[in-house]
């Protein structure tokens, strides 16, 4: 199975800064149709998930411009400028390429 | 607007079994595959199970394999987990998310407990 590692565990900041979240994976996810199947999804408190970001660096609809993501092969990075106090929550990678399909074990993003 | 609605949580004793429900509106569900992901108490994501749009092809996490069963019917918009021999720890929120996962239901609690 993939094995995603997702750092930092937690993460405190004040509104308007920027942060970032590493996603690494234990295999390259590039897929056989050269695509790769890295998203990224946030889990508001009492929520279910939500998508963010697929393919790596592509924004979902309404999804503001602020988060972007980066990143090939095995090394990922989610990146959210100017934090927003609705931001706050936990942060999951998900691998798409291979079955299981895995999750990292998730970045929670606290509000100073 | 995309709707995922699942239904069937509850209380069971190790060893049951218990059937999951997720109705879909608002796209073409069978032209989707679907998955279920389910979340322990305090602790992250786990997928258990996907099924391709015509039931063609269905994968399992290891955790699952030989006990719970993923279906589907096209007919009725609807997607299906039957989950059997039940233990402690299957107790979860179990969700279910349209293909690439940009869309979830709001989750159902399954509770496994003498």
């Known amino acids: 199975d993939v094995v995603m590692t997702q750092t930092p565990p937690s993460l405190s900041v004040a509104i308007g800064q920027s942060v970032s979240i590493s996603c690494k994976s234990s295999q390259s996810l590039v897929a056989s149709d050269k695509n790769t199947y890295l998203n990224w999804l946030l889990q508001s408190p009492g929520r279910s998930p939500k998508r963010l970001i697929y393919q790596v660096s592509k924004l979902d609809s309404g999804v503001p411009d602020r988060f972007s993501g980066s990143g090939s092969e095995k090394d990922f990075t989610l990146k959210i400028s100017r934090v927003e106090a609705e931001d706050l929550g936990v942060y999951y990678c998900l691998q798409g390429t291979h079955l299981p399909l895995t999750f990292g074990s998730g970045t929670k993003l606290e509000i100073k | 607007e995309v709707q995922l609605v699942e239904s069937g949580e509850g209380l069971v004793q190790p060893g049951s079994s218990m059937k999951l429900s997720c109705v879909a509106s608002?796209?073409?569900?069978?032209?989707?595959?679907m998955n279920w992901i389910r979340q322990a108490p305090k602790k992250g994501l786990e997928w258990i199970a996907l099924?391709?749009?015509?039931?063609?092809?269905?994968y399992y996490a290891d955790s699952v394999k030989g006990r719970f069963t993923i279906s589907r019917d096209n007919s009725k918009n609807t997607l299906y987990l039957e989950m059997n021999s039940l233990r402690s720890e299957d107790t979860a929120m179990y969700y279910c998310?349209?293909?690439?996962?940009?869309?979830w239901g709001q989750g159902v609690m399954v509770t496994v407990s003498s």
């Open positions: 998310a349209k293909s690439a996962m940009d869309y």
């Open positions: 099924i391709y749009y015509d039931s063609s092809s269905k």
């Open positions: 608002g796209f073409t569900f069978s032209n989707y595959g």
